[in-house]
């Protein structure tokens, strides 16, 4: 396998170009590179913290790309100073009300259950740690292992690597991936270009379903808004760590950002692919970012944006072969798809050297489709 053309260059694609590039030629495709939801996003690393009962494959394999963040960070740091901007700094879970604090112990006990205990803090606890947050925090949880990037600065250092590993980056617009009946042969410009490959990885996000056949209905837009602030002089410093929190069962996130930045997210509604940020879901999350940490206030508001998650029918990532031979599939991520690139991308290269996958990425192999539709089409 020697031509690999990768679909998208938000943080997955280009991960997957930077580690495929050692053993093949790889372009990838991508109109506005690094524009889409790795640039919207708020940079948590943060298996623990998205875990949901039901999902223990997804915490499996987000706590597998967590423990490959370090030498990943490492290896761009080696070709851009500080790349990915890591924070170690861990992160607190914060509860207003009764029914919040019943569903952070709900949470607490599931972990538990799995082996992976988490501190239980009461809102003083959670004050001395943050003392950004205000007195409606009533009790909450520390997860020091959930950590952070700047997902602005991973995206310019993953550029940097890529370009230093030989991969071209080329702006044109993707308009299908084509096939010869069994196998791929390249994609289809949107100007009606012809490109050849011997393998194309589809990591366009969001966007990917439209792309080939088989996976039609597995990618869908989940739209997110999401805030910039940034402290001014005299306002109460930020906090330190990621602070997630329930406010009257919204869930909610504050990730600092190297100096002064807070990054406030995120609202979670299927929107289709609708970009526009709405009056009402800056409302929401501005009102309950103050009530956890009231300081906020004296912030400026420097950004609103809003992001499409690309979300799966089950919330598991597809990272593995589709369809016809020679296509594989890098998307789906939902809300952790900067915490699992490293994971991504070694998986998509293992597959176009050939070799074995990481075992926890094994839940995420797209052929768990495939199967359900032979029954659907026997039926
Ligand atoms: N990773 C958090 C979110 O998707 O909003």
Redesign the pocket.
Known sequence: MDRVLVLGAGVIGLSCAWRAARYVQVTVLDPAPGSGSSWV??G?LAPVT?AWPGEEPLLDLGLASLERWPGFAAELDAIVDDGAGLRTEGTVVAATGAGDRAELEAVAGHLERLGRPVQRLTGRDLRRLEPALGPDVRGGLSVPGDLAVDNRMLLAALRTAVDAAGVTVDRRAVAEVRGDGTRVVGVRLADGTELAADAVVVAAGAHSAALHPALHGLVRPVK?EILRLAHRPGALQPPSRTVRALVDGRPL?LVPRDGSGLVV??T?YEAGFDTEPTVGGVRDLLRDAERIVPGIAEFALHEVAAGL?PGSPDNLPLIGRIGPEGLLAATGHG??GILLAPVTADTVTALLRGGPVPVQARAADPARWEVTRERVDQR
Do not use: F, I, V, W
Request: no cysteine; glycine share 24%; aromatic share 8%.
């Open positions: 996003a708020g948590m998205e997110g996130y997210g995120a979670q998650r809300r952790n």
